[in-house]
């Protein structure tokens, strides 16, 4: 896993406990604008890591769903739709408040 950077290290809280502020959220929004921000990893490197996981799962239809909760602006699901092309099934539903 790569390093963060420097812009996404200062988006992180100081402490688990900024997560629950509006003071927090509001200055992660407006630092990061527009842009997209991953917290541990990119699109490509998590959609691998998810699709590693369900290398072993085994699906009587042939179908997986993958459940990405607090979706934000994460690129995996574009990731994932990239990497199950083709005769593979693969559902991904994104869900954020």
């Known amino acids: 896993m790569s390093e963060l950077s420097e812009a996404a290290r200062d988006l992180l809280p100081r402490s688990a406990d900024e997560f629950g502020t509006v ?15 991953h917290w541990y990893v990119d699109g490509a490197r998590g959609a691998a890591l998810v699709d590693a996981a369900l290398a072993d ?13 607090g979706c934000g602006t994460c690129e995996v699901p574009r990731g994932l739709a990239e990497r199950w092309r083709g005769p593979h099934k693969l559902r991904v539903l994104s869900v954020d408040v």
């Open 23 to 37: 003071d927090y959220w509001d200055a992660f929004y407006r630092k990061r604008g527009d842009a997209v921000f």
């Open 57 to 69: 799962v085994n699906s009587s239809d042939g179908e997986r769903l993958v459940v990405n909760l």
